[in-house]
Every structure is written in C-alpha cells, then in structure tokens.
Nanobody, 115 residues
Framework: QARLVESGGGLVQAGGSLRLSCAAS????????MGWYRQAQGKQRERVAR???????DYADSVKGRFTISRDNAKNTMYLQMNSLKPEDTAVYSC?????????WGQGTQVTVSS
C-alpha cells in the first residue's frame, strides 16, 4: 500500500516552472516532517527542501530563491513549486515523510529540464 504518492514531474525548458505534489495518508502527514529529495543520474541523492509539522522550511543552497516547499494539512499534501528551472535540476524527485517512528519514501517522479 503506497503511503506517499508523487505527481507533477515532466519535461520543461530551462527557465520554466513545475509544481510537484506528494499526497500522503492523514496519519502519516500530520505527524511527519516532510521533504523533497532528488537524485540525478550518477550522483548521490540530495535533500532539496524540508518542511516541519509547524511549517518551518529549509532549502538546499542550489535551489534557494527558486523553489518553494509548502504543505496543505487539510489535503494531506505537500508541494514543491519549482521556478527558473535549470538543466542541472534534472533528476528523479522523491518525497519523504520522517518521524521518530518511521521514514517513508514515495516512488519518485522524473523532472527533466532541457537547455
């Protein structure tokens, strides 16, 4: 049973925008810090952005000012608004739910930025 389901990836030209969504079951979402991670081909996975249950956020330096993470507690959904996309943003993006009792991952969604 999938606990986290991502959507919104795709192909976009450099300078364009995409919004990723991560839907989670209610019991997981309300108790978890949520994060977006990405892994480019041949590279290690890196954390892109994170948002706590109280709404505090932090971002990787490479995306600050371009990406915005948010969560809608009523919809049990997290978002990643990605603007001014660059070819180096190309990767598989995965969402993560983290709490003291568990750590869940979504299946990932491909984002490809063409130059």
């Amino acid at each position: 049973q999938a606990r986290l389901v991502e959507s919104g990836g795709g192909l976009v030209q450099a300078g364009g925008s995409l919004r990723l969504s991560c839907a989670a079951s209610g019991s997981i979402f309300s108790a978890s810090a949520m994060g977006w991670y990405r892994q480019a081909q041949g590279k290690q996975r890196e954390r892109v952005a994170r948002i706590t249950t109280s709404g505090s956020t932090d971002y990787a330096d490479s995306v600050k000012g371009r990406f915005t993470i948010s969560r809608d507690n009523a919809k049990n959904t997290m978002y990643l608004q990605m603007n001014s996309l660059k070819p180096e943003d190309t990767a598989v993006y995965s969402c993560n739910a983290d709490s003291p009792r568990y750590n869940y991952w979504g299946q990932g969604t491909q984002v490809t930025v063409s130059s």
